[in-house]
Each structure stands twice: as structure tokens, then as C-alpha cells.
């Protein structure tokens, strides 16, 4: 078995290559530029590594990790307008760079070419995998529509906001992941498992992106620290602390989010870790561990076969035990 | 057989259901309500008519046509954005109802639902309709590119123009057709004849809709006359008359370009004819109709078949002979 580190190196080496036609170049050329700012690839390694838990990796496999990163790059391209983010990766946005007709253009043709690469697949599974590829895709368009809906509301509930990350993060991973194995040959339970699996590894991961985005360490998580604070999203910690705060607190919050005192992401930090909400989030993150690894163990497959994902899910978690 | 007029009362009756989920509202009404605007529904139609050249309309091609005007209804709304359109059939468009990125979003949706039901289809016809979809799709893409490239451009040749009108319009009428043929059984010459039927029709038709918008009765044709001229766009007969003016013609044009006077349209109207755009417009229009019958009397298929579709080409070009 070949496990993450390598599959990434032949994806990425897959995947450098030209996707799209050469005219018009300024439809082609904006989208290639982004594929270009690079990337972890882990959603179509995790294609790669669903499809080698149950066998040598098949052509198929390959195929749809390509659709996968495709797709996963359109819906940053659009984004990144939703949002107005001027840059990604250090780099200007596509909107930035090449205005906002085109960006939208970029992203719509990069969906499309995303399903040229599943119509390469073979007959057999071809009617599953865009079934379960056009399942994925509307969750993730509502959880980016959910988000949106969240900046301008003034009450999100706990239950909103981890539907939103369910749909906008971990499905994609849950797929990706589900895709690899029905092309592997598994059975109905196992895709389920694997799938929920994926899920769950995705909203622990997305919960501990939050905490992170909060508590981290600045040097490791490579991101400003309390960006979320500083846009006022609503994210579970600051759901939390709604519900946790007494009367004094929750005025010191609403008035740090009307005025954006220079010391706001410092005094924000110091509410949600007296509210305890910093240690309610790791709980979290270890209680969607947990039923990942469940579901993860129920897989019926030689554990043997199973170490490469466990590894993956330890490091994404950035546990060692 | 049923004809233009039986099937687009069918395809309305069919269309005219929800293709979205409940959840959540704010992603897919605004779909919805744009689908609710109405339209010819032209396009699907042609898919059905092609179907029914060659047999009694197949169930796969119902499902292919309402991915045709699903793919159809998403470009415009995409479109939509791109133009800064406020109004549709006299309703406003989506991104003006509910924001751009809840437009941008709806569109994406929207055109994964097409997918969807392009997946309802048979496998014995699967991949070779996607194929064809998918490349329409790019097309499409390419060519509303070009024509905001178009915008920008001072000099855009009638070469350019042609290729643009060809990829924004014809190629979703050819692809139409060419799909309904093709789920109706026929060979790969009829197939390629079809297309190119189609493809030349929607040359024909565009030109004269260009022509319309200059020179067409405004109470028949239902737009502001002259909308092309007022906002500048490079259409062919602006190319054409370029290439045909005399320099006092040409001074006066760019004059009336950059000064807009509230003559404008009347003005530029009187150099176009002036330097014989008009009847050169006409032809071009004949030249392209022709083309389009010389390839349709080709398709090997008993010619009654062929009479409504001879029909439908006749209405859109508003012929009688």
C-alpha cells in the first residue's frame, strides 16, 4: 500500500498538468492560474486512499480524485467572490486578478471539466459515482448558502452552524472517501461506514480549524489569529459563549462586536476561555473523533489495510496516541 | 408525430414542477423563481424533435431536455450577473431579487440538478451524452467569455464575432437536436448532419436577431429597438459597417460613440443603411439558412418525419415560402 505521503506526490504529479483547452486563454488561463497556487490535494487522496483500503488502486480511482480537486477548486474560485477575499495562498484571487465576470466563468467551466474527468470512468459505476458526486456537490452550494445566510443573522444555533460545516466541509471529505471505496469494489455497508467515517473526521477537523482560528499557535496554524473574531463569525465558540455568558459578559461581547476596539480579538479570547468554551471545544472535537473512529472500525476490511487512513485521521487531527 | 407546438405544451407541463429540495429555501426559491419566469423553452423542445425524427419520443429524452433548460436557465442567470442585468421578461433578475452571491450559488446548484437528470438516462447512452453536454457547456462558457472580451476590445473582427454567436447560441440548438437524435437511435452521420443543421440555424437565427434589434418593427419584435447600439456592442452589422464606410461615416460614428447624443440610434441606424449593412445582413442570414437545409435534406430519414422540424426552422426565422 502506498498511504498518503505518496499518493499525494503521484496526484500532485497527476495533477500538474493542463486541464483545459488553450482558447479562448482568457477563460482557460484564470482557472489554470489557480489550480497553479497549489494546495494540500487532500480530498482526491483520500479518493486514492478509500479506493486502496479494499484493493490496488484502479483507473477509475484516479479519474474522479481529479474530478474532485476540480470541483473543490471551482467552489473556492467562487468563494472567493461570495467573500470579496482578495487573496489565497499569498496570491490575488481570481476575481482580484482577472475581475469578477471571469472568475465566475473560471469556476462555472472548471465544474464542467470536473465531470468530463468522472465521464471517463467506466459503465459500471457510472450512474453511482455522479449520484453520489451530484449529492455532494448541492450540500456543499447549501452549507456555502448557509454561511452566507449566518452573516446576517443575528441568532444561529448551535444545530445551524454544525449543519453548515457538515454540509460545507465534511461531505466532500465523506465522499471523496465513499467514491474511493464503491471503486474499490465494496459493498453497500461499508460505503456507508467509510462514508460516515469521513464525516465525522471532517466536522472534527472543522471544529478544531475554529478553535485554532481562536486559541492556536500562530507560528504552527499559519493563519492571522482571531480572523474569524475580527469578522464577527459566528462560529460554535461564539455560539457557545452566547449561551454560557452572564449578563456582563454578554455586554462586553456585543459592544466589542458594535465598536472593533484595536484590543477586541484579546478581550474577545478572554470571554470565550472564561465562558469555558475552549475546553467544550475540544470535547467536541475528541466526542467526533471518537464516533469517526467507530464507524472506521466497523469497516469490514483487514486492519492491516486500514493503518495508511488511520494515520491520515491522526494527522489531520494532529493527534498522537 | 406531435410537433413543435404539442411538445412544447408537454415539456411546459413537466417543466413547470419543482426540481429542487425544500432545504434551505434561500438557495433553491430563488432558483425556482427564475425557472418561474417562463421562457420559449425552444431549446428543449429541439432535444424532443430530434428524439421524434427518427421515433416515438424516448423516456431518456424527457429527462435530457429538462437538463437542456436547466443548463439554459443557470448561463442566464450567470449571465445575468456578468451584464449587471436588472430585469428579465420585465421581472427582476436574481442577483437583483437576492444578491449576487445567493445568484452566483443558484446557478451552480442548478446546473448540477442538469446533471442529475442527465444521470436518469439508460447507460447504453450515458457517457456519449455527457460528452456531448459537457463540451456544450465549455462552449457556452468560451463564448460569453468573448463577448465580454468583446466589450473591452476596440477592434473584434467579423471572424471573432461569428465565432462568439457560434459558441454562446448555436451550439446549445446543435447539441440539442444532436442529443435527441442520438437517444433516438440514429448513426453517427445523421448525428453530425443534425448538428450542423441545427448549428447553422442559430447562426441564421442570431443574425437575425441582431438584425431586429436595429431594423426590426419594435411592436413585433418586442425589444427596445436599437439596445445593441445604445450600449455599443460590436455586433456585425457595427463590423460590417467599419469595413464599408467612408471616412466622414466613420468620424460621425465614433462621434456618436463617444458623445451619445440623444439621436444616437436614429443617426447610427442612418450610416448603417447608408452603407448597405442592412441587405448585406439579410443575405448573410439566407446564407446561413441554406446551409442549415442543405444539411437537413441530408439526414437519411423519410421526409414526412422531417416536416415539423422544417417547420419549427421556418417560424424562428419568420419565413414563409
Redesign the interface.
Known amino acids: 500500500m502506498k498511504g498518503f505521503e505518496e499518493l499525494s506526490k503521484e496526484f500532485m504529479e497527476r495533477f500538474n498538468n493542463n486541464h483545459f483547452?488553450d482558447?479562448?486563454s482568457?477563460?482557460y488561463e484564470p482557472a489554470s492560474y489557480f489550480l497553479g497556487m497549489g494546495g494540500k490535494r487532500i480530498r482526491p487522496v483520500m479518493c486514492l486512499m478509500g479506493n486502496e483500503l479494499f484493493d490496488q488502486i484502479t483507473p477509475d480511482a484516479w479519474q474522479v480524485s481529479m474530478a474532485i480537486e476540480l470541483f473543490h477548486n471551482f467552489s473556492l474560485i467562487?468563494d472567493d467572490?461570495?467573500d470579496h477575499a482578495p487573496l489565497r495562498r499569498g496570491m490575488p484571487t481570481v476575481h482580484e486578478k482577472y475581475g469578477?465576470?471571469?472568475a465566475?466563468?473560471s469556476?462555472?467551466?472548471m465544474?464542467?471539466?470536473a465531470?468530463?474527468y468522472?465521464?471517463k470512468i467506466g459503465?459500471s459505476y457510472?450512474?453511482k459515482i455522479?449520484?453520489i458526486f451530484?449529492r455532494m456537490?448541492?450540500k456543499v452550494?447549501?452549507g456555502?448558502?448557509?454561511d452566507?445566510?449566518f452573516e446576517k443573522s443575528e441568532e444561529v444555533s448551535l444545530a445551524d452552524y454544525l449543519e453548515m460545516i457538515e454540509l460545507k466541509t465534511s461531505v466532500l471529505m465523506a465522499s471523496s472517501l465513499q467514491m474511493g471505496a464503491i471503486l474499490g469494489g465494496t459493498g453497500e455497508r461499508n460505503s456507508q461506514l467509510i462514508y460516515e467515517f469521513g464525516k465525522n473526521l471532517g466536522l472534527a477537523f472543522q471544529v478544531q480549524d475554529d478553535y485554532l482560528d481562536a486559541f492556536g499557535d500562530p507560528l504552527k496554524f499559519g493563519k492571522q489569529l482571531g480572523g474569524d473574531i475580527v469578522a464577527n463569525k459566528k462560529t460554535f465558540l461564539f455560539i457557545k459563549t452566547l449561551e454560557f455568558a452572564n449578563p456582563g459578559q454578554l455586554r462586553e461581547l456585543k459592544e466589542l462586536i458594535n465598536s472593533n476596539p484595536p484590543d477586541k480579538v484579546q478581550r474577545v479570547l478572554k470571554i470565550f476561555s472564561a465562558c469555558g468554551v475552549d475546553g467544550w471545544a475540544k470535547d467536541l472535537k475528541e466526542e467526533y473523533f471518537f464516533k469517526a473512529m467507530k464507524h472506521f472500525e466497523d469497516i469490514a476490511v483487514l486492519s492491516s489495510r486500514k493503518e495508511p487512513l488511520l494515520q491520515l485521521a491522526r494527522f489531520l487531527l494532529q493527534r498522537d496516541f
Open positions: 483547452p482558447h479562448p482568457s477563460l467562487h467572490i461570495m469578477e465576470s471571469t465566475l466563468l469556476g462555472d467551466v465544474l464542467v471539466v465531470y468530463d468522472i465521464n459503465s457510472l450512474h455522479i449520484h451530484n456537490a448541492m452550494c447549501e456555502q448558502q448557509m452566507m445566510n
